[in-house]
């Protein structure tokens, strides 16, 4: 099929026969600079959400480091047909998460890499548009797996059903999703704050780290964050209600972030690793709890990073701090009648104000490489959510 964009303002034609079903390819600042321009050119129509077609990001090369154009591209598609036992779901939100990178590699870890040519894993709020499947009406939402895509086929096997008009869907893919629960079982389950301990977290203006510090506030403890800059650290001290947040770009990181934990620290749920972690390391209590939840500056590692070996420091800390350290994936490391007690808290903490949350949504997704890349370097704001 081949596509011509005439432009009436302009009075010329964009582009003349471009093949609509080559695979558009993403490039992440000029990409969204040159989407942006041409939606705008065109009005806006020819790169949003359609019936009649669907539209699917997937994996065409894997990156070497931060992704790249090559890394995604849009393919067009025909929006499939619901058979027996199935239900056809139109995406509403779709969430990006740290995961997404890791997945993109070809290599050993918890879960199985994206193929090339596959769709991009991913969790989405969706609509039910027509349903032959049992315990799904039609105009239900539901959090699924069906990832960067218009439409999905879906038989209902983990899906879970929101009903026909849950207040803020997109918070499933959020406070009240993944994120949150991933916050709440690594800090209550292997951190185990006690009232008048020291407890820190980096990423602390994100969706885990964010939550992490407002449950640790609830549970008495004395809280202090880690961000990248001044906006961020500022929201995370006068809106999440942490008792101090260290921009970890600042000169003298190391020296403010001691003088931040005067009693040293007690629970470090780590985030992030690299500069961080060893920031931390030398302010380990005695028999200090470490949940391994994520590294999120060494994904896009190609190899190992530069400078000093800190294995020595690292594991000399663990052995004479007798620092308790544990990894965790959040949908395998606890029991299932956890994620019930977490509905049931979030729900009341949210509802009293308790916890705060901050959404940052992004239009369309044909922006959401981009939009990804932003979140794996800092530059995102609150859970990022992009609007499909
Ligand atoms: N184990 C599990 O089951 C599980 C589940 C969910 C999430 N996670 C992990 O939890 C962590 C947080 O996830 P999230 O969804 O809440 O992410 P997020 O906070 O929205 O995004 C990651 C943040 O990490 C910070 N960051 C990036 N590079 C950094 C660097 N070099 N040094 C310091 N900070 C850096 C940035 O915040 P600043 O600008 O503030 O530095 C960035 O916004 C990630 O590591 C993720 O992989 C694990």
Not at 54 to 81: F, Q, Y
Not at 143 to 157: E, I, N, P, R
Request: proline share 5%; charged share 20%; aromatic share 10%.
């Amino acid at each position: 099929m081949y596509l011509n964009v005439y432009c009436p303002r302009l009075g010329f034609y964009i582009y003349k026969n471009f093949m609509l079903t080559s695979k558009l390819s993403f490039w992440q600042c000029e990409g969204k600079r040159m989407m942006l321009y041409f939606s705008k050119l065109i009005g806006d129509n020819e790169m949003s959400q359609k019936i009649d077609t669907n539209r699917r990001v997937v994996l065409a090369e894997r990156p070497n480091g931060l992704p790249n154009k090559n890394t995604l591209k849009l393919e067009v598609s025909e929006v499939p047909t619901s058979g027996m036992g199935e239900m056809l779901l139109q995406t509403s939100y779709l969430s990006l998460d740290p995961y997404m990178r890791g997945r993109m590699n070809d290599t050993k870890s918890y879960a199985e890499p994206v193929k090339l040519g596959e769709v991009m894993t991913g969790q989405v709020v969706a609509k039910v548009i027509s349903t032959k499947c049992d315990g799904f009406d039609k105009g239900d939402y539901v959090l699924a797996s069906s990832g960067w895509q218009d439409y999905a086929l879906s038989d209902g096997v983990g899906v879970r059903n929101l009903g026909n008009s849950p207040d803020n869907p997109s918070w499933f893919l959020g406070i009240l999703g993944m994120p949150g629960y991933t916050a709440y079982a690594g800090l209550l389950q292997i951190g185990k704050p006690k009232p008048g301990e020291t407890v820190v977290v980096a990423a602390a203006s994100g969706p885990v780290g964010a939550t992490v510090g407002q449950i640790a506030r609830i549970k008495g403890c004395r809280v202090v964050g880690i961000a990248g800059g001044a906006d961020k650290c500022a929201h995370v001290v006068e809106n999440l209600g942490f008792d101090a947040c260290i921009d970890h770009r600042a000169e003298d990181f190391s020296e403010q972030l001691k003088a931040a934990c005067p009693k040293g620290v007690d629970v470090y749920f780590e985030n992030v690793g690299g500069k961080v972690l060893y920031a931390v390391l030398p302010l380990l209590n005695a028999f200090a709890r470490m949940p391994v939840c994520g590294v999120v500056s060494w994904y896009n590692l190609s190899g190992l990073p530069e400078g000093p070996d800190f294995g020595p420091a690292i594991m000399g800390t663990i052995l004479r701090m007798k620092v308790k350290v544990e990894g965790f994936i959040i949908f395998d490391s606890f029991p299932q009648s956890l994620f019930k007690d977490f509905i049931r808290d979030m729900s009341e903490w949210l509802a009293s104000g308790k916890i705060h949350y901050k959404e940052q949504v992004v239009e369309g997704l044909e922006n959401a490489p981009a939009a990804l890349n932003d979140l794996l370097v800092g530059d995102s704001f609150g859970k990022i959510v992009v609007k499909v």
